[in-house]
Every structure is written in structure tokens, then in C-alpha cells.
């Protein structure tokens, strides 16, 4: 078993250590958004090679970090994390004139989402919400408590792990594959 304890860099930025060597074996470990949150985890790679992470709680894996770089034996473990889309309620586009408004719209959706027991960080006036069923199913539900197209958009869930501390993270994609939903939608 390989244990790793920290990133060496990240392939996708700049990255300080010489991957110039020809024929590189660029192995990846595959985590799923809830196992990229956690600083403890053993997996195996695509070439079958047992990984073991043991990271300080405060470092937080990104998509593309290398762990574990063998330069004699042109070997590169570098980390792919699978994030679900990310829906994004900008309360700060509704124009409202009172705090009163804004807080009953921010009351309103999340009563909305609790109804529905789908997790929610919130940072700033943008509510981040990861999407958990079918995108005709969210729309239907952001219509049926007032909110039209254009009051809120999705995104990759690798664009949105920048703006959030470790533990928003953790509470935005950790264990959202088990979603307990009452949707409803009409044929």
C-alpha cells in the first residue's frame, strides 16, 4: 500500500516538480465527492495499486493534485474528483427594496428545500444547492415556489469547491448520493 500524507501540486496549475520524462505511467485514484472530503481513505487506483490517505484535516484534495510522483519509474498518481452540478440561488439578483423582502425569499427557499430534505450551504447572498435528481425535477419545484428561469443556474461542482471553506464542502457534497426526496412531477 502507497500512504500519502500530502499533495505534491496540481497537474492542472503550475506544478514546481519536472514531469518531463517520456512514456510517464499516469495512474489517477477516482474519488467520489463524499470520499474527497474525508482526510482518511483507502481505495485502490485505475492500475489496480492500493492508495491510503492520511491527510491534516485541514488540507482539502483537488481534482488533479498529485500524490505520488516516482520519476525513476516514470510513475505519476495524481487525484480525479467526481463532484456533482451544483444548482446556485443568487439572492442578490431579486432586486428587493426591503430586508424584509429578502429575508422572506431566503425563508421561502428554504422551506422549499427542507421540504424536500436537500442539503444547502449558504455563503454570501448565493445559495448553494447540489443537485441530487433530475434537472426537470429541480426546475419544477424552484417554479412551483415562484422562482422563474434566469433567478437561479447550475454548474459544475468543481467551480463552486474554491469559493467554500473544508466544511462548507463537507456540507455541501458529503453523502448527497442518498437523497430522500417527495418530487412530484406531472407527464
Not at 470520499?35 to 485502490?44: D, L, M, N, T, V
Not at 490517505?53 to 516516482?70: A, K, Q, W
Not at 451544483?86 to 422551506?111: C, N, P, Q, S, Y
Request: aromatic fraction near 8%; include cysteine.
Amino acid at each position: 500500500m502507497y500512504l500519502i500524507e500530502r499533495t505534491l501540486g496540481n497537474i492542472n496549475s503550475h506544478c514546481v516538480l519536472d514531469l518531463s520524462a517520456e512514456d510517464i505511467k499516469h495512474d489517477v485514484l477516482v474519488l467520489e465527492q463524499w470520499e474527497a472530503q474525508k482526510s482518511r481513505c483507502r481505495k485502490k487506483s485505475q492500475f489496480g495499486y492500493d492508495i491510503g490517505l492520511s491527510l491534516d484535516r485541514h488540507l482539502r484534495l483537488n481534482d488533479g493534485d498529485i500524490l505520488l510522483y516516482d520519476k525513476n519509474n516514470r510513475y505519476l498518481l495524481t487525484v480525479k474528483i467526481q463532484l456533482r452540478r451544483v444548482m446556485i440561488v443568487d439572492l442578490g439578483l431579486f432586486g428587493v427594496e426591503k430586508i424584509t423582502d429578502l429575508l422572506t425569499r431566503a425563508f421561502e427557499l428554504g422551506h422549499a428545500l427542507g421540504n424536500q430534505h436537500w442539503k444547502a450551504v449558504i455563503k454570501g447572498y448565493c445559495v448553494f444547492i447540489p443537485i441530487v435528481v433530475a434537472d426537470k425535477m429541480l426546475a419544477s419545484v424552484m417554479k412551483s415556489h415562484g422562482y422563474a428561469e434566469g433567478q437561479y443556474y447550475f454548474t459544475e461542482g468543481e467551480k463552486v469547491i474554491p469559493l467554500l471553506t473544508p466544511s462548507e464542502s463537507r456540507l455541501l457534497f458529503g453523502g448527497t448520493e442518498e437523497a430522500h426526496t417527495h418530487v412530484h412531477i406531472d407527464h
